[in-house]
């Protein structure tokens, strides 16, 4: 199994320390790309595609193996194996910063920071604790896929391409951005939404930056704070930009918050050399 | 006359009343701007949402999510999004489906400052949409339907069968007049023919249901041909035709393919081959096409100097019952399925088998399967080598098979095999057999009432002794392989025989997974592995003593007794320590385990629990060790500090009675 195929991963950057990129629900790799050049000239930038989204290898997707977070997580320890990466910034998007936790959870040697931006332990509501949506609301997200022409061109697109009778539909489809496997998406929209990863939260021994924006309908700001206070060794940092996506939203501060944590780090790091 | 007027007024209200929907929005999604014909659909008057609403308050929630997930990216990304669908909600929250179509306006620094999105209602649309969908998964569920009952039938069909084709099979063993033997032939003939035609059905309907999916296996491309060609050597041979055999150098001794279906497609290219021809000859050849650093391009081609294809029928011989010409069936037989399961096979593959002919002057099949390389790191259990030679006289068999007439079929070959054998009639008896007597191999029926085979090769695996864990078990069953290979694998099975059985090959297996060499073999292996035979450790005497303990005198009754009870506690921890440090792989903890393990080794003298925590080290070191021996490694630690808790508990009721 070749893992860096696998998922279309993609090495830039000029410095040392690895920067891992981790795109979220419902898009890929491209989603960084206006937060990565602020950081080519410090940092090795990898970024990659979850098995069925962007130009991973849809036939490495096995139901099996992704049908937790856990199987994702995998597959970024594994990136990091191939790669011999240590010392590594992760930065997780969305669903993706649930995944880098529990990569950090399993290997905390291989991490030095996490950067989650907009994450939640779990999209449903449960009892007192507020994720901001209820099981009902997933199965209309998983109705929205099933019937969405993004999704549904995508399905038909082997159909069309494959059809030599009629060359003309074999053009590219438009919407050319965030291409993912109509099926793998509805798997991964289950395994999102569906997972409550709130118990691991007190394993994280790496230090975390939650970056919360200010509406968010996927993680709104009580799941923000739930985080920060069960996250041992966290900052928390409440952006201006609303939505879900700062990274594309608000680029110029998401980059500056993320900017402001690693060298806060940096300082922290060199005062304690210093010393000793 | 100054029309500037009535059309800048015509425009407004062409943009209020258009066919569609407009609306300006905001970058954070407010509405700024909004046609007649929108509010109109969804019952808003304009002061309700003018600069009050956002365009994503108007979605239900599963749609808002998408919105956020996955259209705001989009959008933000490439500055436009076209035709994705939503169901917006009117003011009476009804749903309606529309297509949204977002471009984003920027300023001079470009930032994006509106963005300007075009609605389309699609209410009927999504009605037709609704009903393709539904007609769609109707379909496909009527057509998985028909191919359950289609494996139904035949799996019906191949019991009586499997007696018909067994029984003659015995028949022309007992010296058979000429006429008898005329008959006997007839009918075992077409017993087969009708089993090629079952197993012909069943696996079209089996690929038409999408319920066939490619294996990726290490396999010999070499191997697989030149068997193949063996096997249709004496065929030939009766015709007085030549075989060839062309493999390309530069072809890799090992590929990644599912081989038993590349074979199937060889088998039937080369079936019709020598069929349709009467002289001359009849080759497979294999090319390298193209060549990459991981795969390779094979061209396979199956030629031959037999009758011909006219040419008009040269698409059609790939559809189901049809053949080369109208008089076909009648002069050569066959059913005109096989080559469509050949073309549907080849098609797993994203490939196509092309045919050139020339009516009387022969006919070339191709097709090119793109195969990625192997390394040729075999298992030996993959491979099952003919063993027909060999003799298994005297193997101890237990057959597990609920039809009476299956059990008579199979028990005359058992008879002259010399095969030891015992029947047992369902699951539970084949269990009750099993803890009676050893055997070195059972044969399983799968179909039983009650507990089926499946379940009761669960429950054989699940007994305590680890000999169960090796007995070979091999299922007997009518139905095709392919549907069984995951279930296998999980309940336990170690192999599998079709029904109805070619006694060759049902030999050969008995063969191959009793035969001396084979467990010679198996020895040698284990020598190999000096770290750890299990079969050393397999209820092992336990082997510790309390005297040091005893002989504390010192300690006051209370002490000893706390002492024991740590030594108990830390036991349980030692166990589940042992197994998880191993299982995981941490060399590290293991070793620091040891260590912490030394001062309760010696003070009872535990020289197996040393003795296993040395192997865990060894095996630690060995990357590649297998799981189940490590189980019995587990086993065997936790059997020992169990034997170890016990007599502790022992002489702790004993200081309780002093």
């Given at each position: 199994?070749?893992v860096?195929?696998?998922?279309?991963?993609?090495?830039?950057?000029?410095g040392?320390?690895?920067?891992?990129?981790?795109?979220?629900?419902?898009?890929?790799?491209n989603?960084w790309r206006?937060?990565?050049p602020?950081?080519?000239?410090?940092?090795?930038?990898?970024?990659?595609?979850?098995?069925?989204?962007?130009?991973?290898?849809?036939t490495?997707?096995?139901?099996?193996?992704?049908?937790?977070?856990?199987?994702?997580?995998?597959?970024?320890?594994?990136?990091?194996?191939?790669?011999?990466?240590?010392?590594?910034?992760?930065?997780?998007?969305?669903?993706?910063?649930?995944?880098?936790?529990l990569?950090?959870?399993?290997?905390?040697?291989?991490?030095?920071?996490?950067?989650?931006?907009?994450?939640?332990?779990?999209?449903?509501?449960?009892?007192?604790?507020?994720?901001?949506?209820?099981?009902?609301?997933?199965?209309?997200?998983?109705?929205?896929l099933?019937?969405?022409?993004?999704?549904?061109?995508s399905?038909?697109?082997?159909?069309?391409?494959?059809?030599?009778?009629r060359?003309?539909?074999?053009?590219?489809?438009?919407?050319?951005?965030?291409?993912?496997?109509?099926?793998?998406?509805?798997?991964?929209?289950?395994?999102?939404?569906?997972?409550d990863?709130?118990?691991?939260?007190?394993k994280?021994?790496t230090?975390?930056?939650?970056?919360?924006?200010?509406?968010d309908?996927?993680?709104?700001?009580?799941?923000?704070?739930?985080?920060?206070?069960?996250?041992p060794?966290?900052?928390?940092m409440?952006?201006?930009?609303?939505?879900?996506?700062?990274?594309?939203?608000?680029?110029?501060?998401?980059?500056?918050a993320?900017?402001?944590?690693l060298?806060?780090?940096?300082?922290?790091?060199?005062?304690?050399e210093?010393v000793? | 006359?100054d029309?500037?007027?009535?059309?800048?007024?015509?425009?407004?209200?062409?943009?209020e009343?258009?066919?569609?929907?407009?609306?300006?929005?905001?970058?954070?999604g407010?509405?700024?701007?909004?046609?007649?014909?929108?509010?109109?659909w969804?019952?808003?008057e304009?002061?309700?949402?003018?600069?009050?609403?956002?365009?994503?308050?108007?979605?239900?929630?599963?749609?808002?999510?998408?919105?956020?997930?996955?259209?705001?990216?989009?959008?933000?990304?490439?500055?436009?999004?076209?035709?994705?669908?939503?169901?917006?909600?009117?003011k009476?929250?009804?749903?309606?489906?529309v297509?949204?179509?977002?471009?984003?306006?920027?300023?001079?620094?470009g930032?994006?400052?509106?963005?300007?999105?075009?609605?389309?209602?699609?209410?009927?649309?999504?009605?037709?949409?609704?009903?393709?969908?539904h007609?769609?998964r109707?379909a496909?569920?009527?057509?998985?339907i028909?191919?359950?009952?289609?494996s139904?039938?035949?799996?019906?069909?191949?019991?009586?069968?499997?007696?018909?084709?067994?029984?003659?099979?015995?028949?022309?063993?007992t010296?058979?007049?000429?006429?008898?033997?005329?008959?006997l032939?007839?009918?075992?003939?077409?017993s087969?023919?009708?089993?090629?035609?079952?197993?012909?059905?069943?696996?079209?309907?089996?690929?038409?249901?999408?319920r066939?999916?490619?294996?990726?296996?290490?396999?010999?491309?070499?191997?697989?041909?030149?068997?193949?060609?063996?096997?249709?050597?004496?065929?030939?041979?009766?015709?007085?035709l030549?075989?060839?055999?062309?493999?390309?150098?530069?072809?890799?001794d090992?590929?990644?393919?599912?081989?038993?279906?590349i074979?199937?497609?060889?088998?039937?290219?080369?079936?019709?081959?020598?069929?349709?021809?009467?002289?001359?000859?009849?080759?497979?050849?294999?090319?390298?096409?193209?060549?990459?650093?991981?795969?390779v391009?094979?061209?396979?081609?199956?030629?031959?100097?037999?009758?011909?294809?006219?040419?008009?029928?040269?698409?059609?011989?790939?559809?189901?019952?049809?053949?080369?010409?109208?008089?076909?069936?009648?002069?050569?037989?066959?059913?005109?399925?096989?080559?469509?399961?050949?073309?549907?096979?080849?098609?797993?593959?994203?490939?196509?088998?092309?045919?050139?002919s020339?009516?009387?002057?022969?006919?070339?099949?191709?097709?090119?399967?793109?195969?990625?390389?192997?390394?040729?790191?075999?298992?030996?259990?993959d491979?099952?080598?003919?063993?027909?030679?060999?003799?298994?006289?005297?193997?101890?068999?237990?057959?597990?098979?609920?039809?009476?007439?299956?059990?008579?079929?199979?028990?005359?070959?058992?008879?002259?095999?010399?095969?030891?054998?015992?029947v047992?009639?369902?699951?539970?008896?084949?269990?009750?057999?099993?803890?009676?007597?050893?055997?070195?191999?059972?044969?399983?029926d799968?179909?039983?009432?009650?507990?089926?085979?499946?379940?009761?090769?669960?429950?054989?695996?699940?007994?305590?002794?680890?000999k169960?864990?090796?007995?070979?078990?091999?299922a007997?069953?009518?139905?095709?392989?392919?549907?069984?290979?995951?279930?296998?694998e999980?309940?336990?099975?170690?192999?599998?025989?079709?029904?109805?059985?070619?006694?060759?090959?049902?030999?050969?297996?008995?063969?191959?997974y009793?035969?001396?060499k084979?467990?010679?073999?198996?020895?040698?292996?284990?020598?190999?592995l000096?770290?750890?035979?299990?079969?050393?450790?397999?209820?092992?005497?336990?082997?510790?003593?309390?005297?040091?303990?005893?002989?504390?005198?010192?300690?006051?009754?209370?002490?000893?007794?706390?002492?024991?009870?740590?030594?108990?506690?830390?036991?349980?921890?030692?166990?589940?320590?042992?197994?998880?440090?191993?299982?995981?792989?941490?060399?590290?903890?293991?070793?620091?385990?040891?260590?912490?393990?030394?001062?309760?080794?010696?003070?009872?003298?535990?020289?197996?629990?040393?003795?296993?925590?040395?192997?865990?080290?060894?095996i630690?070191?060995?990357?590649?060790?297998?799981?189940?021996?490590?189980?019995?490694?587990?086993?065997?630690?936790?059997?020992?500090?169990?034997?170890?808790?016990a007599?502790?508990?022992?002489?702790?009721a004993?200081?309780?009675?002093?």
């Amino acid at each position: 199994m070749d893992v860096l195929k696998r998922n279309n991963v993609t090495i830039s950057g000029k410095g040392k320390q690895p920067m891992l990129f981790a795109h979220g629900y419902g898009c890929d790799q491209n989603m960084w790309r206006l937060i990565t050049p602020a950081f080519e000239n410090d940092y090795q930038i990898i970024l990659f595609d979850h098995v069925g989204f962007g130009k991973s290898d849809i036939t490495a997707y096995n139901q099996t193996r992704y049908n937790s977070l856990k199987g994702y997580a995998e597959d970024v320890l594994e990136i990091c194996q191939e790669l011999d990466l240590t010392n590594v910034i992760f930065v997780g998007h969305s669903v993706s910063s649930m995944i880098g936790v529990l990569a950090a959870i399993k290997e905390p040697t291989l991490f030095d920071k996490l950067v989650l931006v907009g994450p939640s332990p779990r999209y449903i509501n449960d009892g007192n604790y507020e994720g901001g949506f209820s099981s009902e609301d997933i199965d209309g997200l998983l109705e929205s896929l099933d019937s969405n022409y993004l999704g549904w061109s995508s399905a038909m697109a082997p159909v069309i391409m494959g059809n030599p009778n009629r060359p003309e539909l074999g053009e590219e489809l438009t919407n050319s951005f965030c291409r993912t496997n109509p099926e793998i998406a509805k798997d991964f929209a289950r395994v999102t939404f569906l997972s409550d990863n709130r118990a691991d939260l007190s394993k994280l021994k790496t230090k975390s930056l939650i970056l919360q924006c200010s509406e968010d309908v996927i993680a709104p700001m009580s799941v923000g704070e739930y985080m920060h206070q069960h996250l041992p060794d966290s900052e928390m940092m409440v952006l201006e930009a609303t939505g879900h996506c700062p990274n594309l939203s608000a680029p110029e501060e998401t980059i500056q918050a993320i900017k402001k944590f690693l060298q806060n780090q940096t300082l922290f790091m060199s005062k304690v050399e210093e010393v000793s | 006359m100054d029309y500037t007027e009535v059309i800048e007024e015509s425009a407004e209200d062409l943009y209020e009343h258009a066919p569609c929907g407009y609306l300006s929005l905001l970058p954070n999604g407010t509405i700024v701007k909004i046609n007649h014909t929108l509010l109109n659909w969804l019952g808003f008057e304009r002061a309700e949402v003018l600069n009050v609403k956002k365009f994503q308050e108007l979605l239900p929630i599963g749609g808002k999510i998408f919105y956020e997930t996955h259209y705001a990216p989009l959008l933000k990304m490439q500055g436009f999004a076209n035709e994705i669908n939503f169901d917006l909600l009117s003011k009476e929250r009804i749903p309606l489906p529309v297509l949204v179509s977002t471009t984003q306006l920027k300023d001079e620094a470009g930032k994006p400052i509106l963005y300007r999105t075009t609605v389309f209602n699609i209410t009927d649309r999504k009605k037709y949409e609704q009903e393709l969908l539904h007609a769609k998964r109707k379909a496909e569920e009527a057509t998985q339907i028909k191919a359950e009952f289609i494996s139904t039938i035949s799996h019906e069909i191949r019991t009586p069968l499997n007696a018909i084709i067994g029984i003659s099979d015995l028949l022309l063993k007992t010296h058979p007049t000429s006429s008898q033997l005329e008959y006997l032939n007839i009918l075992k003939q077409s017993s087969d023919n009708l089993l090629n035609l079952i197993n012909d059905i069943l696996d079209l309907s089996k690929i038409e249901a999408n319920r066939v999916t490619l294996e990726e296996k290490e396999f010999n491309l070499r191997d697989l041909l030149s068997g193949i060609l063996y096997s249709y050597n004496l065929k030939a041979e009766e015709k007085g035709l030549a075989l060839q055999l062309q493999i390309d150098e530069g072809i890799p001794d090992f590929l990644l393919g599912d081989s038993v279906k590349i074979g199937q497609v060889i088998t039937n290219l080369l079936g019709n081959a020598i069929k349709f021809t009467e002289k001359g000859s009849v080759t497979i050849a294999a090319q390298v096409k193209s060549t990459k650093q991981d795969a390779v391009a094979v061209l396979f081609k199956v030629t031959d100097t037999g009758i011909g294809i006219p040419e008009e029928r040269q698409e059609l011989i790939f559809e189901e019952f049809t053949q080369g010409t109208s008089d076909t069936h009648a002069k050569y037989g066959g059913t005109g399925l096989g080559l469509s399961i050949s073309q549907k096979i080849v098609s797993l593959y994203g490939s196509k088998i092309k045919v050139k002919s020339e009516s009387g002057k022969g006919s070339e099949f191709n097709f090119i399967l793109k195969l990625k390389k192997a390394t040729g790191n075999k298992t030996v259990s993959d491979e099952i080598v003919i063993q027909a030679d060999e003799s298994i006289a005297g193997v101890k068999l237990l057959l597990v098979e609920d039809n009476p007439i299956n059990v008579f079929v199979v028990e005359q070959y058992f008879k002259d095999w010399g095969i030891e054998y015992e029947v047992a009639e369902s699951g539970l008896k084949a269990i009750e057999k099993i803890n009676q007597h050893d055997f070195d191999l059972v044969l399983m029926d799968l179909q039983m009432p009650g507990m089926d085979g499946y379940d009761t090769t669960h429950w054989i695996r699940n007994l305590p002794e680890i000999k169960y864990q090796q007995l070979p078990i091999i299922a007997l069953s009518a139905s095709a392989k392919y549907d069984l290979v995951e279930k296998m694998e999980s309940s336990g099975l170690t192999d599998f025989v079709g029904k109805p059985f070619k006694p060759e090959e049902l030999h050969s297996k008995i063969a191959f997974y009793t035969s001396k060499k084979r467990r010679a073999l198996r020895d040698k292996e284990k020598l190999k592995l000096t770290i750890f035979d299990p079969a050393t450790v397999i209820n092992k005497q336990p082997a510790f003593s309390l005297n040091r303990l005893q002989e504390m005198k010192d300690l006051s009754n209370r002490e000893a007794r706390k002492l024991a009870e740590i030594i108990i506690d830390n036991l349980e921890e030692y166990k589940n320590k042992f197994a998880a440090t191993l299982n995981d792989k941490r060399k590290a903890d293991f070793i620091f385990l040891g260590h912490k393990m030394r001062v309760d080794i010696d003070l009872l003298d535990a020289t197996n629990l040393l003795e296993y925590i040395n192997i865990g080290k060894r095996i630690l070191d060995e990357p590649e060790y297998s799981k189940a021996d490590v189980n019995i490694l587990i086993q065997a630690f936790n059997q020992e500090a169990k034997s170890i808790a016990a007599a502790l508990r022992e002489e702790l009721a004993k200081l309780e009675l002093k």
